[in-house]
């Protein structure tokens, strides 16, 4: 199976920071990458997919790039709303769709 | 309006069979790919199995030979049929609708998730 890193497992930030959060596969899986983001006790949330096509209605301060093996998913100004694990997840393989380990956002 | 409701968790012992249920409104289970995701208590999403809308399952290792992934055309029904429980299997299971868009396999709808757990 494909594994997916992301990185770092937790960061810290405040209102108004860029947040970058990196996600590696350990073999080439061309842009079949999608962002999830997750608040405590609810369901995911698609936010990107295809590496870097914004899903409908998601705000365009959210953005994703690369492609091959590495991605990187990018918040550009930090709101409120915005503290919560975010998680990766290739599409390449599809008999197997893994997710990375998450990366948590708290608040600085 | 899409909507995804789970069903059938709860508190078995090792060893013991459970079956969960995702009642699916909106759109035609058959008509799309359905999959099921879990979360381990304080722990990331790990994907558990997925059915296409042609019929052909697949699923995680871990599950392997002990999960079985299927739906009612009729109810417009997901269902996850687990045997064999272990304590590693204690996790909100959700499920989730999968689109394909730019031939990217993404799940665009999850449930509320439900909640099994398997404990002695």
């Known amino acids: 199976d494909i594994q997916m890193t992301q990185s770092p497992s937790s960061l810290s930030a405040s209102v108004g920071d860029r947040v970058t959060i990196t996600c590696r596969a350990s073999?080439?899986?061309?842009?079949?990458l999608n962002w999830f983001q997750q608040k405590p006790g609810k369901a995911p949330k698609l936010l990107i997919y295809?590496?870097?096509t914004l899903q409908s209605g998601v705000p365009s301060r959210f953005s994703g790039s690369g492609s091959g093996t590495d991605f990187t998913l990018t918040i550009s100004s930090l709101q409120p709303e915005d503290f919560a694990t975010y998680y990766c997840?290739?599409?390449?393989?599809?008999?197997?769709?893994?997710f990375g380990g998450g990366t948590k956002v708290e608040i600085k | 309006e899409v909507q995804l409701v789970e069903s059938g968790g709860g508190l078995l012992q090792p060893g013991g069979s459970l079956r969960l249920s995702c009642a699916a409104s909106?759109?035609?289970?058959?008509?799309?790919?359905m999959s099921w995701v879990r979360q381990a208590p304080g722990k990331g999403l790990e994907w558990v199995s997925i059915?296409?809308?042609?019929?052909?399952?697949y699923y995680a290792d871990s599950v392997k030979g002990r999960f079985t992934i299927s739906r009612d055309n009729s109810k417009n029904t997901l269902y996850l049929q687990m045997n064999s429980l272990r304590a590693e299997d204690t996790a909100v299971y959700y499920c989730?609708?999968?689109?394909?868009?730019?031939?990217?396999?993404?799940?665009?709808?999850w449930g509320q998730g439900t909640v099994v757990t398997v404990s002695s």
């Open positions: 989730a609708r999968a689109d394909v868009e730019m031939a990217t396999v993404l799940f665009d709808y």
């Open positions: 909106g759109f035609t289970v058959s008509s799309n790919y």
């Open positions: 059915i296409y809308s042609g019929g052909s399952t």
């Open positions: 073999q080439s899986i061309s842009s079949y």
């Open positions: 295809a590496a870097s």
């Open positions: 997840q290739q599409s390449h393989s599809t008999l197997a769709l893994t």
